[in-house]
Every structure is written in structure tokens, then in C-alpha cells.
């Protein structure tokens, strides 16, 4: 893969050399061609040794490096032995190639055992990335990794910067996906519990001497699970592109006696603010500036804590290392403990004060054409522990969506309309709901090409009383303006009215606070068929989500390589 | 399922009784229906907590019951999460349905999570027959069951008894089949050692006390894994079907102070003689008849026990309780220790023993009209640990044999003939191979439609100075004669001369002794694609099979639902 790539390269500056500087270096797009093996490893990322899916013996996988409007080419061989598999291209819009946004299900049948598949996409705007596994639970085996897509040759970035590093943050269990499956599909339901640790770019560090482990699991001498160490020169700045990909955890990260400047959120320029620490929610990607203007004779720890949960997953710690001290010198001082998990204001700050950037402000449509209002609920269906949408709790067809309507299948899928709100009047968000039974469906909310959509996530009280939990929500194919986030009930006249219509910013993904709504806006401009959900692992396992499509009738002739589930088995036609 | 058996059975009973005696009891052939669902569950079958791969609930799955010529029809319904599934009907030949074999890439694609496959077959002989996976390597995480076919109504047995009962006899791992798979295809190889423990129809005993194991998953006080019981009553002939689908092991079974009179083979009738411990290898299955004619004030051990490897798991045990002893009653002896496992000698006398009942016989035909001789070797492709036939490791194609032949997709195969034989002069199959490197490949062994095959199994020694394993070699879609068994390398000249040609036992599972050779023949008249391999389950994946077909032209249209794999994914031809 990186032969590859750097054979394109040395071909690309070998040209360059010929032309002998006659002409400026190309701004044409390049093709970046990456093969990959997906298959199950031993790997110790906190010191405890557990099987994880791995991109060509790694996790997190390679980290894909493009510029602006390349071609990402990526051979991915499913070498699991019974195991299907598919890759998400999270914040790619996947424009005029809707099939390989990876979502099974949804935009592809699974890459079956021993099949390669080849998706192929451009990546059309700067930014910060991710790719992760959409398939059952596999993103927790740790089948993730970074997409990084700078600027075409020449064109600035709107602030300056020295160095750029990124690093994805995780929590890691140590029990297996079919562990937790196992347990959230069980009747009486079986939590697995908080994570075991938190990983810092796939490191993290579980304590060996936890009583009751398995003897010769647990190896904390391993190079390994050292702490992730990230070595800056005094005096510069770097640009830190942090994501967060955790199964469960909300996040708090910060680096010890540095302040951080935002300036990017899911490949859009935010209007630079400081902070101490930045929340972050699985899904999310922000670029901060960190400048090295510190004491440099000592290191610093760089850490991450749960926030929202009053969790059990100890901190993680990672060492911001001055050059030229020992990159394994441990800091003078205490760790930092982090924020109040409960505090809930601080969170709501940070999203507030994102807004997009002067100069790169997107404008949404005025007003929007349509209204969905999206309750998040958890549920009972036949008996199951289940998380709902409006009372529907989302379930995939045999048959993916985008093909099934694509090609008049659509009598394979439940045809019900979903509901576009709930009892708005009636439903109390504060309690746990009278009635917490929900159905199952595959039914999909289907758009009006280019049409502005408006919907308002709102979180309620879950199944336990007292309780409402914070939900990072992910729109496939799309960019959305977050309009705003409010508290209590979204109110359907007044709440609207203090919509930021002027400079919100744009993003993939973004968090609903306990007993809180979001609104967000999107046009419905991408022909395809799109997911929306929440993106904890365990929540989108377990029905929390929705499917859009829009202009079904402009998406091109299917690639073969998508089928083969559902009405797709057989001798395709000539 | 059970439900709907009992109602047929009812309904039937009914009719019976409607027709007041005036007709015989029809001996028409019934449909039984069955529904499964294939699902994660936890269970302790030895005391040791693990997920297993259960039906409805239960490993090992449901018995099939059925009297021959009654048609089975199975709908499976796949709840795993992300992983396919495929189940093989062991011992039917699927004459007519070579489609529904349930072989993983030979005869079908895999059935995909969500999907529910209806298998649909006749069983056309009476007999002791298996079902378990035949995907990757999950026959191991508990996927398998019995079939039992009886004779038609007021049809007898040639031998009388009181009582049928089944016994699946089984070796269990506390790994998972993922860790075992991820180690057999590492660099270096890792074997995951000798099982933890045998399990005697689904029941085994693991000592909790083990040190080293995580805290809270071996739990000895838990009913599951109470000793399995088998209740007699005294002065009674017991029918007992014994049969082996270890992962591993070849076993010896015994009932303290019983005799044990050996009828049947592999759903043959055997001419009967008498064992004091039975020799059993995965894939076989025996009726033995058991006299409850000793001292009725006790209980006794029934004892099984790993031969051909010096094993480290310890023996399993149940009891064999006489009605009225309390069934937990232990039997005031020490349990049998069982034969040396390394003699060799008795192995080979038991399988030069069973020979074809009088009256029973089907001579085979004298002479055959194809040589084959399957040299079984232990070798390395590519750096990987891997076993051979005539050193070509057996690799399953990405479109499965049956649909790429049946419908003119031979291109998609390897079409390079697999050798026939190996080099018998010079090869010393008693040595470390010069060169232990082989080849992998699909290519398939085409015989002629209604031609007479004769196939010697060759062992020789393993990757490991002095070392050669017992292989049982397990024949899809026939039963075969056994000719003759021997010891070293077979001689094409002198050691036919030997052959049993008189009242050869048929089989479909057989064994190939250390160093030793087995000769088997059968005639290529079943149209179909079918796999010839060790049913060692990590011998298997690791390449040590073969695939024959025959009559492809005779075979009828191929259903759809088998296809969705390789070459077979698209909108099908209408």
C-alpha cells in the first residue's frame, strides 16, 4: 500500500523534474491506491491481550493521507475466517458514488469471508476524517482509523501552523463483540459495563494487577501499551487533529498547561476559541492549534477522561514530550483530573461556541421544508431492551436500501411511513415513559430531492428513572448546520426563533445533552440513500436510528460488487 | 420445532385412529418441519463459561428424528450478528439435492446473518446420521446435533433391543473458534493445545480449581454440567448410538463392567461382535447394544478417553444408572482408565473387525476404474503451517464448486488437474519430508459419471521428527467400501491382493491409522459436487481435503437461495 503510493509519488516528482520546472507542480487530482487485509490479530493496546480486527496487522488501521478531490481507491480483503465485513467513510460524502459509503444494510450487502472489495471515492473537501467497520460491532474490534485531506499544492490553510498530528481517541473493552452482542440481545439484558480503558491513539493502559484476571493475559511491560507519546519542538505550533471513535464515552481531553484553539470540527473552519479542555463525542473530529510555549525542560501529560457517565474506565494519559527531553520521562506532576463527569453547562458551552469561521460561513436556507422531530427513547420490543426513534427502533432489511429502491424492490421493505414526531403535547421527556413498548421496522423517511429538512433531536428519560444519557448523532452523505441546543422539551414555536441562521456551523455529527435537544438543518442534495443514527456502538446495534433517501431515480447503475444479500443472490442478468 | 412434530405426529395418530384400524398404518413418507435459529448464547457445558454457537437455544442442537424416506425440511434462521453460517446433514447423501449439502464453498454460499435458508432433503436410508456446521471452524463452538432415521413402521431391525438412545460424544476448548483460527493461520503457527475437556452428549467437567482462570466464569455447583445419566432398567437390551464430532480427538468409549455388541457402522448394519471399549473417530457414528444384565444395586461409569494423541485432557465421564439407584449415586468403583493411547494394534483390529452384516451385504464391484492415492502430508505454503493431499492444501473457491461447474463458471477455478498420486517410489513417508513446502489450490477431481473409484489414504510422518496423527476422512454425498487397512506405505502391487472384497463394511467416515494406510472404493453415482476430507476440524481449514465431482450435467436447477457468493451476486436472471 504505501509502495504504492510512494511509486505514484517518486513517478509524480520525476515528472515534475523532467518538465524541469517549466510548469508549476500539477493541481490534478491523484489517485491513492491502498490494499488492505482485514483480519483477526492478538494485540495488547492497554497490556491485555485480546483478539481485534486489524487493518494489515494494525489498529488503528493506516492512516489515509489525501489531498483535496483525490481518488481513494482502497482493495480491502475480508481474510476473517466466517466473518463478513464493511468500511465506513465517516464525513465523506460519497457524492455520485452513494453504493461505497459502506454502511451495510444500508448501501451495501457485507464483504462476504475471502472477497475483496474495492470502494472507490473522492474525497472533495479538506479536513479530518475517519473510517471505521459499519457492520454489527465491529468498529470495537478496532477496525478504525484516520482519513486526513489537506489542501490542494499552494492553497493556505485560514491559520498557520507548524507541525499537524493526529491522534483518535477510543475506549476499549475487553470482552469481544460477540460478548457484548450477546448480552444486549439477551433477555434479561446483559450490560457489559463501562470500558476497560480509554486508548490515546490505540494506547491505553489497564492495571495487570486487577485481582480476578486470567493469568498471562495482562503484560504491562509490553512496548505496546507504553503510553502514546507525541514529541513537540519548543516554540511552534502544532495543529492536533483530535477524533473520538469510542464505542460508548464521551470524552474530555486536554493537555496539561496548555490552552487549545479550536479551529476545525468535522472538516469545517470553526471561528478560533480557546479552552482547557475539549469535549468530545464519538463520531466528532476537530482540528486545535497547541502552541509549545511552555516550560521545555520538562514533559506534560496529555489526558482523557469520561465525561457524562459516571464511569468506572480509568483516565488516559499519553506524554506531551518538549523535545529534547526522554520521550518515557514521566511529568513532574499529578495528572489531570478533568472536568465534573456531570457537569453538563461546560458541554453545552463548547457547542454553543462553535460557529463557523468568518470568511467560510455556509449559509443555510432561511427555512426549511420539512419538520422531523426525532425522540430518543429506550425501549422494550417482544421483551428485548431496544433504543428507538419516535417509537420505531431501527432494523435492516435483508435486502440493502439502496438497491432495494433503486431497483423497485421497495415490496421487500416495510412501506409505513416512520412517524415525522411524537406526542409532542402528551410525552413526558422527565420520566420513564408509561408505555416504553416500541415496534421494529425497516421502514425509511424518504425526501424530496433538494428540499431543506429541519429535525430536531430530543432526548428523553431512559428505561431507569432519573436518567437521560448523552447521544452523538451521525448523518451519512451529508454536512448539516447545527441550528442550535436547548434544554428540556424543544418547543415547536418558540424555540426556533433563536436558531443561529447566521454563522452555524456545519458538521457530521453532533451530541443531544441529557434531557436536551439539538436542531439541525441539511438539504437533501445527495442522490442516495443515507443513515442517521446514533453513534454508539450499542445504541445503533440496538435500533437507534433512521435511513433517508433522496433522488433514488439520479443515482447511477449499482456496481455488482454491492450485492449478493437478500433479493441480490443469483446469475446477475447479462 | 417439537411442536410442530408432536402436531404431525398427532394429526397422524388422529387419521389412525379415524380409519378405526380398517388400514394398516400408511407407510407413506412424512414432511418433518423444523424452525432453527442459529444464535450466541453463554453456556458452562463443562462448568467453564463460554459463548457457543447454539440452536434454539441448545448445544448440542435438537435431535432429528425420522423414519426413512420421510422428507426434512430445516428453515435456519441465522441470528448471529455478523457471521454466516452453513450446516452439513453428515451421512445423508442428498441424492436429488446435492444443493443442500450445507458445504460452505462447495455446494452453497453462506447463509448471512439475518437470512433464514430452508434446507430440504429425503433421508432415504435408516441409520445414525449427524448434522454440525460445515463453515470455517464452527461445528467447534457447539453447532451440531444427531439424526436418527428408523426403519418404516412394522419394518424390524435385524437384531432385537428395548431402548434406542443417542450419545454424541465431543472434545471442548475454552478458546474461542476465532482465537484457535487466528493462531493456525499465524507466523509463527499457534496451536491451541488439547482440549479442556470431553463432553458425553453435550456434558463434561472442567476443574474449576484450575489456577490461572478468570474469576467468576467456571462455575462446578451448576446443573448444565452435572455428569450426563443414562437410566436403565435392569435385564433390558439397550440400543445406544454412539457417535464422535470432535474438534481433535480420537476417542474409546466404555461402560464399566458392559460389554458392548457393535451392529452398526455409519447407518450400516455391522455383523455383530463384541468390545469391551469402543474406538470412535469424529464423523463416525456406531449402534452398540448394551445388556443391563450385571449387579443392579449400583451405578455405573460410562468413560471416554482420548487415544492417538498423548493427551492432556482427562477423561469424561457419566453414568450409567440402574433404574431404581438414585441417578447422582456414584458408582463406588474408579472409573476405567481406558486402553493405552498409543497402541495402535487395537485401533487397527477394530476397524479389520467391522464387516457387513449377513444379509446385509452390498458386494462392492470387483474391480474399479480410477486409482487414487492421497498422500496426507504436513507441510508450509508461504510460511504457513498447512496439511496436504499429494501436497496440493485445499483452498475453497470464492463461487462454490457446485453453482461455478453447474453453471459454466469453470474459469473461476483452478483448472489444473490435482496429481493423482505422489512420488511412491521415493517419498518416505516415515521421515520430515526434504521439502515440506506444497501448494494451495480449488482444482477438483472430475470423475466419470457411474465410474468405480478406488482412493488409498496414505499417512506419513508430520512437520515433527517421529510423528504421524490419525486422520478420519469423511466422504460427502456416498457411502464407500472399506477394503483394507495396513501399515506402512501401501503397495499398489501385493496389497490389493488383500482387499475385502467379500463383505466390506460401507461407510462415509473412516479412519487412516499412524503411518498406516486405509483403501476405500465407491462408485461415482450420486450427480453432484462433494468433499472428501479429514473431519478434523483444524485439518480441514488448514487444507487437508479434496473435492469430487460427478455428473455435474445430471444435476437440476440450482435453487438461488444458494448463491449470493463469488460470481452469484446480482439481480438474478428472471
Not at 527531553?325 to 513532574?332: C, F
Not at 411524537?422 to 433538494?450: G, P
Amino acid at each position: 500500500m504505501a509502495l504504492i503510493e510512494v511509486s505514484l509519488l517518486r513517478i509524480r516528482l520525476m515528472l515534475a523534474v523532467l518538465v524541469l520546472g517549466l510548469f508549476v507542480l500539477s493541481a490534478e487530482a491523484r489517485v491513492r491506491h491502498y490494499k488492505w487485509e482485514v483480519k483477526y490479530e492478538y494485540k495488547s493496546p492497554d497490556c491485555f491481550k485480546k483478539l481485534v480486527i486489524a487493518i494489515n496487522g494494525r489498529t488503528p488501521g493506516p492512516t489515509i493521507l489525501a489531498q483535496q478531490n483525490d481518488t481513494i481507491i482502497v482493495e480491502l480483503k475480508n481474510s476473517l475466517l466466517t466473518e463478513n465485513v464493511a468500511i465506513h467513510w465517516h464525513g465523506i460524502r460519497q457524492i455520485g458514488t452513494p453504493w461505497f459509503d459502506g454502511t451495510e444494510g444500508v448501501t451495501q450487502c457485507p464483504i462476504l469471508p475471502g472477497d475483496t472489495f474495492v470502494y472507490r471515492f473522492v474525497v472533495d473537501r479538506p479536513g479530518t476524517y475517519l473510517y471505521h467497520a459499519h457492520y454489527g460491532m465491529q468498529r470495537e474490534a478496532g477496525l478504525y482509523g484516520s482519513i486526513r485531506v489537506t489542501l490542494p499544492d499552494g492553497v493556505p490553510e485560514p491559520f498557520p501552523y507548524n507541525y499537524d498530528r493526529s491522534i483518535i481517541l477510543n475506549d476499549w473493552y475487553h470482552k469481544s463483540t460477540y460478548e457484548q452482542a450477546t448480552g444486549l440481545s439477551s433477555i434479561p439484558f446483559t450490560w457489559v459495563g463501562e470500558p476497560q480503558s480509554l486508548l490515546i491513539q490505540g494506547r491505553g493502559r489497564f492495571n495487570c494487577n486487577t485481582p480476578g484476571i486470567e493469568a498471562g493475559v495482562c503484560n504491562a511491560t509490553l512496548p505496546e501499551c507504553s503510553p502514546y507519546v507525541l514529541t513537540v519542538i519548543p516554540g511552534k505550533t502544532y495543529r492536533l487533529r483530535i477524533s473520538s471513535l469510542t464505542a460508548l464515552s464521551a470524552l474530555s481531553f486536554e493537555i496539561e498547561g496548555h490552552n487549545m484553539t479550536v479551529v476545525e470540527a468535522d472538516g469545517h473552519y470553526v471561528q478560533p476559541f480557546d479552552v482547557k479542555n475539549l469535549f468530545i463525542y464519538s463520531g466528532e473530529t476537530y482540528s486545535v492549534l497547541v502552541k509549545t510555549d511552555q516550560d521545555p525542560s520538562r514533559n506534560y501529560w496529555a489526558s482523557v477522561k469520561v465525561v457524562s457517565r459516571n464511569s468506572t474506565t480509568p483516565n488516559g494519559l499519553a506524554i506531551f514530550n518538549y523535545y529534547p527531553n526522554h520521550p518515557r520521562k514521566s511529568p513532574p506532576t499529578i495528572p489531570p483530573t478533568g472536568p465534573m463527569w456531570d457537569a453538563v453547562e461546560p458541554r453545552r458551552a463548547q457547542g454553543l461556541a462553535i460557529k463557523a469561521r468568518q470568511g467560510f460561513i455556509h449559509p443555510p436556507p432561511p427555512i426549511s421544508d420539512r419538520l422531523l422531530v426525532f425522540l430518543n427513547t429506550q425501549n422494550r420490543v417482544n421483551g428485548y431492551v431496544r433504543w428507538s426513534v419516535n417509537n420505531v427502533s431501527f432494523n435492516l432489511p435483508h435486502t440493502p436500501y439502496l438497491i432495494a429502491l433503486k431497483e423497485n424492490l421497495t415490496h421487500l421493505l416495510d412501506q409505513t411511513p416512520p412517524p415525522d414526531g411524537y406526542d409532542f403535547v402528551n410525552y413526558d421527556i422527565f420520566s420513564v415513559a408509561k408505555n416504553v413498548n416500541a415496534t421494529t421496522s425497516d421502514n425509511i423517511y424518504r425526501l424530496q430531492f433538494n428540499t431543506t429538512v429541519d429535525i430536531i433531536l430530543q432526548n428523553a428519560n431512559t428505561m431507569n428513572p432519573n436518567n437521560s444519557e448523552t447521544h452523538p448523532w451521525h448523518l451519512h452523505g451529508h454536512d448539516f448546520w447545527v441550528l442550535g441546543y436547548g434544554k428540556g422539551k424543544f418547543d415547536l414555536y418558540n424555540d426556533p426563533k433563536n436558531y443561529n441562521l447566521v454563522n452555524p456551523i456545519m458538521k457530521n455529527t453532533v451530541a443531544v445533552q441529557p434531557y436536551g435537544w439539538t436542531a439541525l438543518r441539511f438539504v437533501a442534495n445527495n442522490p442516495g440513500v443515507w443513515a442517521f443514527h446514533c453513534h454508539i456502538e450499542s445504541h445503533f446495534a440496538m435500533g437507534m436510528g433512521v435511513v433517508f433517501e433522496e433522488g433514488i431515480e439520479k443515482v447511477g447503475k449499482l456496481p455488482t460488487s454491492i450485492m449478493g444479500c437478500g433479493a441480490t443472490k443469483g446469475i446477475p442478468r447479462p
